[in-house]
């Protein structure tokens, strides 16, 4: 009786679960208004003027719907699925981060490097130990600093040697941008070339990623969706962020522009750790060593290298998303959430109208992805977990 419910189980799961054909949306339509009643409130509210919703697996895309439009302006195009968003903090884990993994990787530089080998300009200002993999955890000790217009990198790096840290590096948790400012420029001193070529060369180019790149030109500026510049006016195809902007669209923390499809080609190779339709970006480890938990704050806060695992930036992980999920969200208006375990992602991109209401966009990445989740394993989990905590007999 036993066997005959698990061979039941195997047979609906291998007719339930799509088969996907590349990047082609398997939409479930009965499962589509609430997503949809989500955006549409956002939409109402304020909170954004369009966006898009992608969830799928390491096969392909599950369901990929566009809202609203591109601007708040009231003859602005309506957003597609081939919209081009500016990623904004996403940068640091779609292009900074596997970078430089990727150079790690190939022994070019070493995540327990300290700063200093790379950095002369720390050297004899008690940055000794500050290591790479600091950097890439937000627990180097090192707080922002304001950039001059007339040398805005030169101003980063001496900002960075300069200050008093803040606590033991590998303790203090604290997200701050110019960790990522300093891996960018890391990038470009051992590789040789700028983080953007670095990124394209390596990743976006061999994982068929063509919206990807920074600053667009004008062919990818007409598919940008907007920001919103510290007046309030509209930005196609310039980097939102001021610090980015001043480093001439090319920086760590910020930068890239990408469509949803791009996006989901990334979750999917890092699902495939590392691989993607025969090509291999990244080494299996790699992508593991990667995405593992270092823990800060005691332990109360975990994070990847560059990713978020636990931390008071988590919202995008919903509820469903297994302990070991991991992802990143953008100050414009993206996230992203990969749960390996459940072979499971949900992308969200949108054009951001309200930053002062926090809690209400948090809740908004967090409530997609809690019925991206169900989307994906309807009415299953229970049943999986009981049948495979019974003993199969032996055939």
Request: glycine share 10%.
């Amino acid at each position: 009786m036993v066997f005959r419910k698990f061979l039941t189980l195997v047979l609906f799961l291998c007719a339930s679960l799509p088969v996907f054909a590349g990047d082609t949306p398997l939409v479930t339509p009965d499962r589509q208004p609430a997503i949809g009643q989500l955006m549409e409130k956002a939409l109402a509210d304020g909170l954004i003027a369009g966006g898009v919703v992608l969830v799928g697996t390491r096969h392909g895309v599950v369901y990929e719907a566009a809202f609203g439009r591109v601007s708040n302006a009231p003859d602005a195009p309506p957003v597609t699925t081939a919209t081009v968003f500016d990623a904004a903090s996403l940068t640091k884990v779609v292009a900074t981060t596997p970078a430089v993994m990727k150079l790690a990787e190939e022994g070019k530089l070493s995540l327990v490097d300290p700063v200093i080998r790379w950095f002369p300009e720390f050297v004899g200002r008690g940055k000794d130990e500050v290591l790479v993999v600091h950097l890439l955890t937000h627990s180097s000790g090192l707080d922002d600093v304001s950039l001059s217009v007339a040398g805005p990198l030169q101003s980063a790096v001496e900002g960075a040697a300069t200050q008093r840290l803040k606590g033991e590096p590998g303790h203090r948790f604290k997200y701050a941008d110019i960790n990522f400012i300093l891996l960018g420029e890391l990038v470009r001193r051992v590789s040789g070339v700028s983080l953007d070529r670095y990124a394209a060369e390596t990743f976006y180019r061999p994982l068929a990623m063509v919206n990807s790149c920074f600053n667009p030109d004008s062919a990818t500026v007409g598919q940008c969706a907007a920001t919103l510049d510290a007046a309030g006016m509209p930005l196609f195809g310039k980097v939102q962020d001021y610090s980015a902007r001043l480093m001439d669209g090319v920086a760590g923390h910020a930068g890239l522009f990408a469509s949803a499809g791009d996006l989901a080609r990334f979750c999917r190779m890092i699902l495939g750790e590392g691989e993607l339709s025969g090509h291999r970006v990244l080494e299996a480890r790699t992508v593991r060593q990667m995405t593992a938990p270092y823990f800060s704050r005691g332990g109360k806060v975990a994070r990847g290298l560059g990713w978020d695992i636990a931390s008071p930036y988590s919202a995008p992980k919903g509820n469903g998303f297994s302990e070991s999920s991991f992802g990143h969200t953008g100050y414009s208006g993206g996230s992203i959430w990969i749960d390996p375990d459940n072979d499971a992602y949900v992308i969200v991109l949108s054009a951001r109208l309200d930053y002062r209401n926090t809690r209400a966009f948090g809740k908004l990445r967090s409530d997609i992805s809690s019925l991206a989740f169900a989307m994906l394993f309807p009415d299953l989990r229970e049943l999986v977990e009981t049948a495979l905590r019974e003993p199969l007999p032996f055939r």
